[in-house]
C-alpha cells in the first residue's frame, strides 16, 4: 500500500515510512497531549505534498484552530485557505447523528476523487450523540468508511479519567474500527511533566511496539524524540539557534537530497526554531529528524 508521510518529525521511521493511504488513524489523548496539533500537521503535511486538505471540526471554531496553527508556525495557512485546498467543516452546536446522515453524503459526492487528507477534531461527540452502543458502532462507522472514500482519515479522540486507561466506554469502538491506533500518553501533574507516545496497532504495516517520548515545540509542532540520543545528551540551551548554525553548515551532498521547494519548507522549520531558548533538546537529533523527513520527499519523488 502506498504510504502517506504523516508530518509528524519522528514518527514516520516507527510506522515503516508512514500511515498506510486511505485507512483511519485515531489518535487518542488527554487535554493539552497534543491531538489538534497532530491533526493539523498531518493536514500540512498532505497541503505541502499538493493534496487537499479537510478539517471536521466538532469542538473548537475554525478561527480558534488557524489562530493556534500559527503560533506554532504554519505562517501560511491563510494561503491555503484562500485557494480553497484547505477547508474548514465547523460541525460545532450540531446534531451529528442528523449531519452524518443527511449532510454527509452529499459532502462526499462532491469530494470524492480528490484524494485529500480529511481530520475529524474530536470524534468524541459523534459517538455522545446516539445513546445505544449498537447506534454508536453503526454511526461511526459510516461516518469513517464515508470520509474514506475522499482520501486518508485521521480523528482524534479524548482521553478521560486515568491516564492511560484505554477501557472506556467511548474509546472502545472507534479503537475497534481505526486501522491504526496512536496513544498520546500526557501526564501533566508529574514533575517534570511526562509525554509518551505508542503505536498501539497499525493494520497492514510493521510498526515499534514500544513508548517512545515525545515533546510539542513552536515551528516544529509533535515530535518524537529518540531515546538513544536523550540519553546521551541533555540541558543544553538556545538549541533552536544551534539547529540552524548546524543547518546552515550541512555540506552540499546532504542538501541536494532535496528538492527546491523541499529545501525551502526545511529552511522555514529551522527559521522558525532559531529564536527559541530551550533546554532537554539534542540539536544533532532534531535536525536530522527534520532533513528525514524533506530528504525522504525528495527520493520519493525522484
Known amino acids: ?34 491531538k489538534t496539533t497532530f491533526a493539523t500537521q498531518f493536514l500540512r503535511r498532505g497541503l505541502l505534498d499538493n493534496d487537499d486538505a479537510v478539517f471536521i471540526t466538532l469542538d473548537e471554531a475554525p478561527s480558534e484552530i488557524v489562530k493556534n ?9 491563510d494561503s491555503y485557505i484562500s485557494d480553497g485546498s484547505l477547508i474548514f ?9 442528523h449531519f452524518i446522515q443527511k ?18 477534531d474530536p470524534l468524541t461527540p459523534v459517538l455522545w450523540s446516539v445513546k445505544e452502543k449498537y447506534e454508536q458502532r453503526e454511526l461511526v462507522s459510516y461516518f469513517l468508511r464515508e ?3 475522499i482520501g486518508t482519515v485521521l480523528c482524534t479522540l479524548e482521553e478521560h479519567g486515568s ?25 501533566s501533574l508529574e514533575s517534570p511533566e511526562r509525554r509518551e507516545l505508542k503505536i498501539i496497532k497499525c493494520r497492514s504495516s510493521k510498526h515499534s511496539r514500544y513508548w517512545h517520548p515525545y515533546s510539542i515545540m513552536k515551528g516544529v509542532g509533535v515530535y518524537v524524540r529518540r531515546v538513544e540520543e536523550l540519553t546521551r545528551r541533555r540541558g543544553v540551551a538556545k538549541a533552536g539557534k544551534i539547529v540552524k548554525e548546524k543547518a546552515l553548515s550541512l ?8 528538492s527546491p521547494t523541499a529545501k525551502d519548507n526545511f529552511m522555514k522549520t529551522i527559521d522558525a526554531l532559531s529564536e527559541q531558548d530551550l533546554v ?6 532534531l535536525l536530522d529528524l527534520i532533513l528525514e523527513e524533506y530528504s525522504v520527499e525528495e527520493k520519493e519523488h525522484a
Open 251 to 258: 555540506d552540499e551532498d546532504r542538501l541536494s537530497k532535496l
Open 103 to 120: 449532510e454527509l453524503a452529499e459532502f462526499v459526492d462532491e469530494w470524492e476523487g480528490h484524494n485529500a487528507r480529511i481530520a475529524i
Open 69 to 77: 496553527s500559527k503560533l506554532m508556525g504554519w505562517d501560511d495557512i
Open 163 to 187: 491516564v492511560g486507561d484505554l477501557s472506556a466506554p467511548d474509546l472502545v469502538i472507534p479503537m475497534y474500527l481505526a486501522d491504526n491506533l496512536i496513544h498520546l500518553r500526557y501526564a
Open 89 to 97: 467543516v465547523d460541525a460545532g452546536g450540531k446534531q451529528f447523528s
Open 280 to 285: 532537554d533538546v539534542d540539536p544533532d537529533e
Open 1 to 34: 500500500m502506498k504510504k502517506v508521510r504523516t508530518g509528524v518529525y519522528g514518527l514516520n521511521a516507527l510506522m515503516d515510512g508512514g500511515i498506510n493511504e486511505h485507512t483511519t488513524t485515531v489518535v487518542i489523548g488527554s487535554p493539552g497531549a497534543g
Open 147 to 149: 470520509t474514506r472514500k
